[in-house]
């Protein structure tokens, strides 16, 4: 599931920089995410600490893409 769509970057995308080790500031440096228009950064932060937190489910799973 596409999260930013001004920088094309999905829900697996963040799930699995999280799973590199990246920190918040990080991932949104790297990738610009939520700091384009804002619009998905509160739903951005909250996949993220979820994902940080083991908590977060992708809605649709990487292979099936
Ligand atoms: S939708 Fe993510 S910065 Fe615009």
Redesign the pocket.
């Known amino acids: 599931m596409i ?5 094309v ?1 999905s829900d697996q995308d963040i799930v699995d920089a999280v799973a590199c080790g990246i920190t918040w500031k990080q991932l949104v440096r790297k990738t ?10 509160v739903h ?1 932060r909250s996949i993220y600490e979820r994902a940080k937190a083991g908590t977060y489910v992708p809605l649709v799973p990487e292979k099936e893409k």
């Not at 610009?32 to 950064?41: E, F, I």
């Open positions: 999260v930013c769509s001004c920088n970057l610009k995410l939520s700091s384009t228009c804002g619009r998905c950064a951005a």
